[in-house]
């Protein structure tokens, strides 16, 4: 099936279920404001009376910046693992709410009772999942450098130019970009797998899910890339509105923060439509079977609404 079909499949369901889209956005916000203020005070209560922000809201004072880090250890140390934790507290946020979304999109109708048992039901499945893909993406970042750092000792010598370094440089880090693209792909589809057989088993699913994507690598990275590309406008669109605006006064400051929401809007509903799309193509490849396979053997392999799907579209 053509690949727009997905994208438009996708896209149709996202806007279906924008009360699904504004749910997440609220429970974003209201969680981001919490820790925002939450880490105001621990970076205020760090610096305290430091004068450290007031000269370098003037201009960047490398002596400036280099003495507060030297008088600040345990401060920094503070805010790192600040850092860390909240950074932490989105990914398990991004997990939980992963599950209520993917379980919403296998229903004819968003509900929040739906959504909140999906949240419920498949976060630890999908914290596992998340676990094991982080890990492997480690390795391979691991073992891709440590080829890269290899090779640099073997032939550097025989690079001419800085222009064929970099080049290589540039080769590996593109390398590196589609391994992750890969395995990001790879866990979406393993999510389904999961979810539809209500598996838990963690390692079959990125197996299927690995199946799945080299049989249709093309299509899967297309679909990743059309949505991520358009993410990308958002982030030069935002900026660019930014800096024009500016914020220079209370109005541009208000202004300048419904904008910003705005796009953060934007970026929730193109992830949606991503799980979405996604969702759609493993779904069409995943009925082929039926083609040839008995009904009985198939339809044990899907769970009853998705058949009641299939049943109306066929």
């Avoid at 999906?118 to 993406?137: D, E, T, V």
């Avoid at 900026?239 to 208000?254: E, R």
Wanted: aromatic share 22%.
């Amino acid at each position: 099936m053509n690949v727009f079909l997905f994208l438009s499949r996708g896209l149709k369901t996202t806007a279906r279920f924008w009360k699904m889209s504004l749910t997440v956005f609220l429970i974003n916000f209201s969680l981001s404001t919490t820790l925002t203020f939450a880490f105001a005070a621990l970076l205020n209560h760090t610096i305290q009376k430091s004068m450290f922000f007031d000269s370098m809201l003037k201009e960047f004072d490398y002596q400036i910046f280099t003495e507060f880090l030297q008088r600040s250890n345990n401060g920094l140390t503070i805010l790192l693992s600040g850092g860390i934790a909240i950074a932490f507290f989105y990914a398990m946020m991004n997990i939980f709410l992963s599950g209520g979304i993917l379980r919403s999109l296998n229903k004819d109708k968003f509900t929040f009772s739906n959504f909140w048992a999906g949240c419920g039901s498949l976060f630890s499945r999908f914290f596992k999942l998340s676990l094991a893909i982080f890990a492997l993406q480690i390795f391979i970042a691991l073992l891709l450098y440590a080829l890269l750092t290899l090779l640099l000792s073997m032939f550097y010598d025989n690079f001419s130019t800085e222009i064929s370094l970099y080049l290589f440089l540039g080769i590996t880090f593109l390398i590196h970009f589609f391994c992750i693209i890969f395995l990001l792909l790879t866990a979406d589809f393993a999510k389904f797998y999961l979810m539809i057989h209500d598996s838990e088993q963690i390692f079959i699913s990125i197996a299927n899910g690995v199946k799945f994507l080299f049989r249709n690598i093309g299509k899967s990275i297309f679909i990743f890339l059309s949505i991520f590309i358009l993410q990308l406008l958002f982030f030069y669109l935002y900026f660019h509105f930014d800096n024009d605006i500016g914020i220079t006064s209370i109005f541009t400051m208000i202004l300048m923060f419904f904008v910003q929401q705005f796009f953060i809007f934007l970026r929730i509903s193109s992830k949606i439509w991503l799980y979405s799309a996604l969702f759609e193509f493993y779904a069409a490849e995943f009925f082929k079977p039926a083609k040839i396979q008995s009904q009985q053997e198939f339809y044990s392999l899907w769970d009853q609404e998705a058949l009641e799907l299939y049943k109306k579209e066929k």
